[in-house]
């Protein structure tokens, strides 16, 4: 047996000891998602388990280097160690911005101290990340942010307002790009990191069209910020802004990929409309559409294999994030549209019991926001017509 | 195993690039359609093939062949594709070889094939659209057996040295078992071969089997068992012919962006405009997404997996869908001259209809995979 080959059975038995039965089945709500930080409160005893398990090898982030929290595996091990976790539909462990979005960065830019002191927490949930991005008038020209960093010797003064914080209510740390020279666009930017208790700091959930609201508007009133939580130099921080946006825009196209565990779409419209005699959906026009995007759905499943084995490997276009954040919103929009479509009348209820308190319709009206987060679908098309196609400006 | 070319196939891939790009570049396909060629390709460039060893390249090393696989020959199929070369290599090296692998008739058919003098032709469909059904039969007559039906849309079919035929020794029209595959040669009494000319300028046969005498060492495999060398050649030809299908979105799209950076109007670069740079940008989306479900598709059927049977049904109806647009924004994007005669790009809207229709459309593999997962 080849050395991947002893590493596929251990990790299989591994888990199969390790990971609670419960952990297996499909995650039906939010609540059954793993965030961490201070203020999480384990769902069941299950879910405390399977997190503790799995960070104490390190498999939250399974190839971070050991010394960071994760488990030090090579590209083949963590592929293996996906599939293996897919073979048993295990849940992520930990969901986190800290985990996709931040780490990548930290490893990518940051001091050795500060990897030790948050990848370690990162890895482990203690510490949930949120983002500092947006504004109010620096959406889609994100460089065109004005929250202000005034250098105070030790410190920066941060002034200012964030918007589409995503659970800015929930987190306990931000990674934030501010301005600290109003002279240059781009080259004016830094990237810091503090935490949201700190004074000054104040969020405020907006109501979106789902009637939820994972989204606050985040301010900033004389928030003092140490500079050794800058990362990379002074006015680099667009640098810093860019490599996280790519890692971005990968895991928000992983929305585009089918959940493991069963196909709610098509599980959906057996329930609604029915198989026929012939063991056809018995409205053909909505089983041609979903037979249609099934094929688009299980191509893009490939896609992102292809894409994260050929970023592994550093065979990956640098823009090619922005295809697969493009064309995996896109998709999981669609999805969601026939997911309607087949629930009919049922899904048009908003509360009540039966609807999980109308999980579908809230869900169908959040994914819309997918093409517009970490970057338009417009932006993104922008982004593969320069970089990639090598078109005129 | 990841999910890109390896650097064995990626050297591989340069040599064949290079290769058929000198010696059948799309003016080769502009000269046969213009002399009226009524052979479809060049025996000639078969014989290249041959001497390149590209002609065995599915058949096994003790076998004389290159013992590759599907990964392999789609990169050869790619290069076909991007360059509109007319060729027999997806019927014969992949399709034919697929089906024969591992039956008495390896042996027989497998020296000419390497040595490129055998030419295989698939008679597979019955109607205008592709059916999972057989129903041409084929009767049991003294040593052998008797075969009389039609088959349709036969690539190579009046010109083929070896004709592989689907037809019914028992069972109904629908019925999986029952089916059997014969090799049939060309010169076979009660066998009549009419070409077509179809829109791409290839040319595909009517066959008419009237009362076709065959001896029973023709059968491929079992009597009543072809579902299984059929399946295999099935497999083959619809991973072949959407690799084929990736390298004619992949070229169109190519020459599509290239025009964009050359041809100007109101004073500027066309490419320069966001309404084709949103378009162009889409298409390639598409396209990779198309490339990913080709080379899944084959590296599972490389390794007999059980899930190679969906993921080929993923990737031909992927690439036609992805390459049909690609030729659809090709021919819009380059305006009127998209629609010369004299300008390569109709060819490849021409070719890419013909292998979106070839084993089965999207809508043909789009409803197998329903079926599939039970709907």
């Known amino acids: 047996m080849s050395d991947l080959d002893t590493f596929r059975s251990e990790t299989r038995a591994w888990l199969a000891e390790n990971c609670p039965p419960e952990m297996r089945k499909p995650v039906r709500s939010e609540d059954d998602v793993c965030w961490g930080g201070r203020q999480f409160k384990p769902s069941s005893p299950a879910q405390k388990e399977w997190l503790d398990k799995m960070a104490a090898k390190g498999w939250t982030v399974p190839d971070w280097p050991k010394a960071y929290g994760g488990g030090g595996l090579s590209p083949a091990e963590t592929k293996i160690l996906r599939e293996e976790m897919a073979a048993i539909k295990a849940r992520n462990p930990l969901n986190s911005f800290g985990i996709s979005m931040l780490g990548p960065a930290l490893l990518k830019y940051g001091t050795e101290e500060q990897k030790l002191h948050h990848l370690t927490k990162i890895a482990r949930g203690e510490i949930r990340w949120c983002q500092g991005y947006s504004e109010p008038n620096a959406g889609s020209d994100l460089a065109g942010l004005a929250t202000s960093a005034e250098d105070k010797g030790d410190h920066y003064l941060v002034n200012g307002q964030k918007v589409w914080t995503s659970y800015a209510d929930k987190a306990d740390w931000i990674f934030c790009l501010v301005r600290t020279d109003k002279t240059s666009k781009q080259g004016g930017i830094s990237f810091v990191l503090f935490d949201m208790a700190s004074p000054g700091v104040s969020t405020k959930p907006i109501l979106l069209i789902s009637g939820n609201s994972p989204f606050c508007e985040t301010f900033f009133d004389n928030v003092e910020v140490p500079k050794v939580n800058r990362v990379y130099e002074e006015n680099k921080g667009w640098d810093v802004a860019k490599y996280l946006l790519g890692h971005e825009r990968e895991m928000i196209s992983g929305m585009g990929l089918a959940s493991s565990g069963g196909n709610p779409l098509i599980d959906g419209a057996i329930a609604t409309v029915g198989l026929g005699h012939d063991g056809r959906l018995a409205d053909p026009l909505l089983r041609a559409s979903i037979a249609l995007f099934e094929v688009r759905a299980k191509a893009f499943g490939a896609m992102s294999e292809r894409f994260i084995d050929e970023l592994k490997a550093g065979k990956a276009h640098p823009a090619q994030p922005s295809m697969m954040k493009y064309y995996g919103t896109e998709l999981n929009k669609g999805r969601y549209e026939l997911m309607m479509a087949a629930g009919g009348s049922d899904a048009l209820e908003w509360d009540s019991e039966r609807s999980r308190g109308g999980a579908i319709p809230r869900s169908w009206l959040r994914t819309k926001a997918n093409s517009i987060e970490g970057g338009t679908s417009e932006i993104q098309l922008n982004i593969i017509a320069k970089r990639i196609l090598e078109l005129p400006a | ?375």
């Open chain 2, 1 to 375: 195993m990841p999910l890109y070319l390896d650097d064995d196939q990626t050297v591989l891939q340069d040599t064949i690039r290079d290769f058929v790009a000198e010696h059948a570049p799309v003016s080769h396909m502009r000269a046969l359609r213009d002399a009226d060629d009524a052979t479809g390709f060049s025996r000639d460039l078969w014989k290249q093939f041959a001497e390149m060893g590209f002609t065995g390249i599915l058949i096994g090393e003790d076998q004389g062949g290159l013992g590759l696989g599907h990964v392999e020959a789609g990169v050869v199929l790619e290069e076909i594709g991007r360059n509109l070369s007319p060729s027999p290599f997806l019927s014969t090296a992949v399709a034919a070889v697929e089906a024969l692998k591992g039956t008495g008739q390896a042996e027989r058919w497998f020296p000419g094939i390497i040595a490129g003098e055998t030419v295989a032709a698939l008679a597979i469909d019955e109607g205008a659209k592709h059916r999972d059904t057989v129903a041409m039969t084929a009767e049991r007559s003294g040593n052998g057996f008797k075969l009389t039906g039609a088959k349709r849309f036969v690539t190579h079919g009046h010109t083929a040295d070896l004709i592989i035929v689907a037809a019914r020794t028992g069972g109904s029209a629908n019925d999986t078992d029952g089916i059997t595959l014969f090799a049939v040669p060309k010169d076979a009494a009660g066998l009549s071969a009419n070409a077509e000319r179809l829109a791409d300028s290839s040319l595909a046969a009517r066959l008419e089997f009237e009362g076709v005498e065959v001896d029973a060492d023709a059968v491929i495999g079992e009597v009543d068992a072809g579902r299984t060398p059929l399946d295999r050649l099935l497999r083959a030809g619809r991973t072949g012919a959407s690799a084929e299908l990736l390298g004619v979105g992949s070229g169109a799209m190519d020459m599509t962006i290239g025009y964009m950076k050359e041809r100007k109007q109101f004073g500027t670069l066309i490419g320069s405009f966001q309404a084709l740079q949103h378009r162009a940008a889409h298409l390639y989306s598409e396209m990779e997404v198309a490339r990913a479900a080709v080379l899944k598709a084959q590296q599972l059927l490389d390794q007999g997996s059980d899930r190679a049977d969906e993921a080929v049904s993923v990737a031909k109806a992927m690439t036609a869908l992805a390459t049909t647009l690609s030729v659809q924004e090709g021919v819009q994007m380059h305006g009127g001259i998209g629609m010369t005669d004299e300008y390569d790009i109709g060819f490849y809207m021409k070719r890419a209809r013909v292998l979106a229709e070839m084993f089965g459309d999207a809508n043909f593999h789009a409803d197998r995979l329903a079926v599939a997962a039970g709907y």
